[in-house]
């Protein structure tokens, strides 16, 4: 069983940086297409970014190209998300999931239309002077 921390979140002011992390145990993400997901108040939860450790394939949703940039740490079993340039818009709780890379693809997990299995706590992302 594969579990998920996130960590990272806090408050930052609109142009600050975040960088949030996901530590997985219990299997190597080598095997997992992996991505991060926010849900703000009242909104529906949407895929940020995602990756595939198969072909190194990345997927952004259009708000945070160029902002965000996704990244694993082999070693360490862990995601990332770096986030810059934040804005009010990005407030949100961030989560971060899995799914057997043989099962979907960065675009598939990223729109929420394959199979998502495992899920982090999440972890709060506030953008506020």
């Known amino acids: 069983q594969l579990q998920l921390v996130e960590s990272g979140g806090g408050l930052v002011q609109p142009g600050g940086s975040l960088r949030l992390s996901c530590v997985a145990s219990?299997?190597?993400?080598?095997?997992?297409?992996v991505g991060w997901f926010r849900q703000a108040p009242g909104k529906e939860r949407e895929g940020v970014s995602c990756f595939s450790s198969s072909d190194w394939r990345t997927y952004y949703t259009d708000s945070v190209k160029g902002r965000f940039t996704i990244s694993t740490d082999n070693a360490k079993n862990t995601v990332y998300l770096q986030m810059n340039s934040l804005e009010p818009g990005d407030t949100a709780v961030y989560y971060c999931?899995?799914?057997?890379?043989?099962?979907?693809?960065?675009?598939?997990?990223?729109?929420?239309?394959?199979?998502?299995?495992?899920w982090g706590q999440g972890t709060q992302v506030t953008v506020s002077s």
């Open positions: 219990g299997l190597s993400l080598d095997y997992y297409t």
């Open positions: 999931a899995a799914t057997p890379v043989s099962i979907t693809t960065v675009q598939a997990m990223c729109q929420m239309t394959g199979r998502l299995d495992f």
